[in-house]
């Protein structure tokens, strides 16, 4: 009798393991294992004027329940961590469902995610939306190689654009004829001039409101932007159509605009320099 008691357990124990799902192979950290690893996906990018084509969705989902933001380090073109990139963190992750927190400012947020997994893929779903993610590994060749770096003194504070980004990050668009525009990221906001009667290689004058600068403060954009007390100059060095390249100098003063009463609050910014690709309407 004892027999054929042991028997059965072990032919329900048997049972239970053949039933159970693969995603219940788990991490010491309780994680599917088979989410572990980098993962990207490239959009293409339907903006309205003249603008970068493809940006990289990329992860790095670690054992450890941290999940690590990936970008496009586009002097080479290849998959790289975002030093300061947004981190979150693992809820939950088995049995399909994926759950992660991460701050939005001004508060914490939580997403869950339904997760299947294809050939090399990593299916996740979410409010309708569905996203196939491939599995790669940092150093891979996602995109072409692209020069594009900005550099300026703030306050006698050196930025540089980031080397790694989801998305090209300094470009130059010309459209609407003579309407030229260099975007730039920068750390924790953006920075943008333009330039309203473009004709080619030369100096050009910041006007009001064409140089802008803005930081990005929890959930609050502080704008400063050139007025008619504060403007600056361009000079456009290169411009070729063909080639696709755009490069130049420049340097201006931004104020935050603030009631008459209150004591000025200003940016100044020289020695800028950027060297871009150039995206025509």
């Known amino acids: 009798?004892?027999?054929?008691?042991?028997?059965?357990?072990?032919?329900?124990l048997l049972a239970f393991l053949a039933c159970k799902d693969e995603g219940s192979v788990v991490t010491q950290y309780d994680v599917d294992a088979r989410l572990v690893g980098d993962w990207f996906?490239?959009?293409?990018?339907?903006?309205?004027?003249p603008s970068p084509k493809i940006a990289l969705r990329g992860m790095r989902i670690n054992a450890t329940k941290i999940i690590q933001q990936l970008g496009i380090e586009f002097s080479t073109g290849r998959l790289a961590l975002i030093d300061?990139?947004?981190?979150k963190q693992i809820v939950h992750a088995d049995d399909g469902l994926l759950v992660v927190q991460y701050f939005a400012p001004p508060d914490m947020a939580t997403d869950s995610i339904r997760y299947s997994f294809g050939t090399n893929t990593l299916v996740l779903a979410q409010n309708?939306?569905?996203?196939?993610?491939?599995?790669?590994?940092?150093?891979?060749?996602?995109?072409?190689?692209?020069?594009a770096t900005m550099s300026v003194i703030i306050d006698s504070v050196l930025v540089r654009s980031p080397s790694v980004a989801a998305v090209i990050p300094v470009y130059v668009t010309r459209w609407q004829s003579t309407r030229l525009q260099l975007r730039s990221i920068i750390p924790d906001g953006t920075l943008l001039i333009e330039v309203d009667h473009f004709v080619g290689t030369g100096?050009?004058?910041?006007?009001?409101?064409?140089?802008?600068?803005m930081f990005i403060d929890g959930d609050v954009a502080i704008r400063f932007a050139t007025d008619s007390l504060s403007a600056g100059t361009i000079d456009i060095d290169q411009y070729d159509e063909t080639a696709g390249r755009c490069t130049g100098r420049f340097a201006f003063t931004a104020r935050l605009p603030l009631p008459p009463n209150y004591p000025p609050n200003i940016r100044r910014l020289a020695s800028g320099s950027f060297s871009a690709p150039l995206f025509l309407q």
């Open 203 to 213: 100096s050009y004058t910041i006007g009001a409101g064409k140089g802008t600068l």
């Open 84 to 87: 300061d990139g947004q981190t």
């Open 41 to 49: 996906s490239l959009d293409t990018l339907g903006l309205g004027q």
């Open 1 to 12: 009798m004892k027999a054929l008691t042991n028997r059965f357990v072990i032919l329900l």
């Open 128 to 147: 309708h939306s569905t996203t196939i993610y491939k599995r790669t590994s940092v150093g891979s060749q996602v995109a072409n190689p692209e020069q």
